[in-house]
């Protein structure tokens, strides 16, 4: 029985492609052994969103050798489909796989030794996606259902489209069943995904939406909760908020990417909306769902940022009603327009730059948390903590600990918030 290491870079899509790969190794009598120990074959899931994560790919690559030099070193994910000739040359690498191709690792580890050293086919010219089969996942109470891949977007920080390709949903009918599975399976949550969620359906005959997705898993009550990724701005519309107003299974939650609140960086972006677009649609949605978990992307430091344009996004992210921001300090990729841009920022100004906007969130989360000290609130229980304290989640996206017994785990309680801070709330258990 060969053991087969996996780790994997980047976003939950990644995560959940590596979850599939890991089950279907597992059927194939191969056994999953942790990434730190010794395996016959390290499968390293990359992800190339910035130089960074490729040079963190490579770094995981030298660490696979170093426990075992013997190894089969398999590269894949998005750095694996964007510069497969860069790394097949790396000391020690056995296979490059691409992003299409990821899916049937399990038979080409079957089969041996590939002639080919390199698997990747050109994703652009794929039109169609499906839905990974999934049974289980490690942490059996919140599933990640990939609903939707590739984005037509092409932002001009982002190499994304070049490495999943065009937009591609998974089919109506395929998606609501892979609720219903994973529901039937016991998870009380499934969050849906994808590298541009809020496109879903628009490439289907006849064509869905992410709305219509909702609407019908809600009317059938597919799963006890249902959670959204991340949907563009200009993606959310009158119709989803209102929508989500009344839903009862949908989560007030939503991570909806700003990346600058300044217009003139928004053009060089090539983002469709202006600032003020954006100040519109978190407020709707605030006057709708008063309790509603907003999250934010912004990238700092995008070439030709001046310290104006920087104080704009500051000033509008200190008035909006955001609850937590993703701070990103911009990091030049090869092969996207910004990296031919001149003015390319200082790193020392970034790094400023990006403390003070954590500094921001840090505030906006204590300050979220706080307003449910005294609240009770349905939390999903997940794990017990090191501390010996039950971990969950809240529909609104609040992590809580609180002391309970095991026969709490993977089941919705009521917790009454007692204390606050910007790493989550605590509470105790209301007797139900």
Same mark, same amino acid.
């Given at each position: 029985?060969?053991?087969?290491?996996?780790?994997? &870079?980047? %976003?939950?899509?990644?995560?959940?492609?590596?979850?599939?790969?890991?089950?279907?190794?597992?059927?194939?009598?191969?056994?999953?052994? !942790?990434?730190?120990?010794?395996?016959?074959?390290?499968?390293?899931?990359?992800?190339?969103?910035?130089?960074?994560?490729?040079?963190?790919?490579?770094?995981?690559?030298?660490?696979? &050798?170093?426990?075992?030099?013997?190894?089969?070193?398999?590269?894949?994910?998005?750095?694996?489909?964007? $510069?497969?000739?860069?790394?097949?040359?790396?000391?020690?690498?056995?296979?490059?796989?691409?992003?299409?191709?990821?899916?049937?690792?399990?038979?080409?580890?079957?089969?041996?030794?590939?002639?080919?050293?390199?698997?990747?086919?050109?994703?652009?010219?794929?039109?169609?996606?499906?839905?990974?089969?999934?049974?289980?996942?490690?942490?059996?109470?919140?599933?990640?259902?990939?609903?939707?891949?590739?984005?037509?977007?092409?932002?001009?920080?982002?190499?994304?489209?070049?490495?999943?390709?065009?937009?591609?949903?998974?089919?109506?009918?395929?998606?609501?069943?892979?609720?219903?599975?994973?529901?039937?399976?016991?998870?009380?949550?499934?969050?849906?995904?994808?590298?541009?969620?809020?496109?879903?359906?628009?490439?289907?005959?006849?064509?869905?939406?992410?709305?219509?997705?909702?609407?019908?898993?809600?009317?059938?009550?597919?799963?006890?909760?249902?959670?959204?990724?991340?949907?563009?701005?200009?993606?959310?519309?009158?119709?989803?908020?209102?929508?989500?107003?009344?839903?009862?299974?949908?989560?007030?939650?939503?991570?909806?990417? &700003?990346?600058?609140?300044?217009?003139?960086?928004?053009?060089?972006?090539?983002?469709?909306?202006?600032?003020?677009?954006?100040?519109?649609?978190?407020?709707?949605?605030?006057?709708?769902?008063?309790?509603?978990?907003?999250?934010?992307?912004?990238?700092?430091?995008?070439?030709?940022?001046?310290?104006?344009?920087?104080?704009?996004?500051?000033?509008?992210?200190?008035?909006?009603?955001?609850?937590?921001?993703?701070?990103?300090?911009?990091?030049?990729?090869?092969?996207? !327009?910004?990296?031919?841009?001149?003015?390319?920022?200082?790193?020392?100004?970034?790094? $400023?730059?990006?403390?003070?906007?954590?500094?921001?969130?840090?505030?906006?989360?204590?300050?979220?948390?706080?307003?449910?000290?005294?609240?009770?609130?349905?939390?999903?229980?997940?794990?017990?903590?090191?501390?010996?304290?039950?971990?969950?989640?809240?529909?609104?996206?609040?992590?809580?600990?609180?002391?309970?017994?095991?026969?709490?785990?993977?089941?919705?309680?009521?917790?009454?918030?007692?204390?606050?801070?910007?790493?989550? %709330?605590?509470?105790?258990?209301?007797?139900?």
């Amino acid at each position: 029985m060969q053991r087969v290491a996996i780790t994997t &870079l980047g %976003c939950k899509i990644n995560q959940f492609e590596s979850a599939a790969i890991s089950e279907s190794l597992d059927k194939e009598g191969f056994r999953i052994v !942790p990434f730190g120990e010794e395996a016959d074959v390290y499968v390293i899931n990359t992800c190339t969103v910035t130089a960074k994560t490729d040079a963190e790919s490579r770094r995981l690559i030298r660490r696979a &050798l170093r426990a075992n030099p013997g190894a089969r070193v398999v590269v894949t994910g998005c750095y694996a489909q964007v $510069a497969p000739g860069e790394l097949k040359e790396l000391p020690g690498v056995s296979l490059v796989v691409g992003n299409s191709e990821k899916k049937g690792l399990a038979e080409i580890l079957k089969g041996g030794v590939p002639a080919e050293k390199v698997l990747v086919s050109d994703i652009s010219r794929e039109r169609s996606t499906e839905a990974l089969q999934l049974e289980s996942f490690a942490e059996h109470t919140r599933a990640f259902l990939q609903v939707q891949n590739g984005c037509d977007a092409f932002c001009s920080y982002c190499i994304v489209p070049y490495a999943r390709g065009r937009s591609r949903s998974v089919p109506f009918p395929q998606a609501l069943e892979g609720i219903r599975t994973f529901a039937a399976k016991g998870f009380r949550e499934v969050v849906l995904t994808g590298i541009h969620l809020g496109g879903y359906g628009l490439d289907l005959d006849p064509p869905a939406t992410l709305l219509t997705l909702l609407e019908a898993a809600e009317a059938e009550r597919c799963v006890q909760r249902l959670r959204v990724g991340s949907v563009e701005p200009q993606e959310v519309t009158d119709e989803l908020i209102a929508f989500l107003a009344r839903a009862e299974s949908v989560c007030p939650h939503l991570h909806i990417p &700003l990346q600058s609140g300044d217009d003139r960086v928004l053009e060089r972006m090539a983002r469709r909306y202006t600032a003020e677009y954006f100040r519109q649609t978190v407020e709707k949605l605030v006057a709708a769902l008063p309790d509603i978990f907003i999250g934010c992307d912004v990238i700092v430091g995008f070439p030709g940022e001046s310290d104006d344009e920087f104080r704009t996004t500051v000033r509008l992210l200190e008035e909006l009603p955001v609850t937590a921001l993703h701070v990103f300090p911009y990091s030049r990729r090869d092969g996207t !327009p910004a990296a031919r841009m001149a003015d390319q920022v200082d790193p020392r100004t970034i790094r $400023a730059r990006g403390e003070i906007l954590r500094a921001l969130s840090e505030r906006k989360k204590r300050e979220f948390f706080g307003r449910f000290v005294g609240r009770e609130l349905p939390v999903l229980v997940q794990y017990r903590g090191r501390n010996g304290l039950l971990v969950g989640l809240s529909r609104n996206y609040i992590p809580v600990t609180f002391a309970g017994d095991e026969a709490c785990g993977n089941t919705e309680i009521t917790v009454r918030i007692t204390d606050a801070s910007a790493e989550g %709330c605590q509470g105790i258990i209301i007797p139900g």
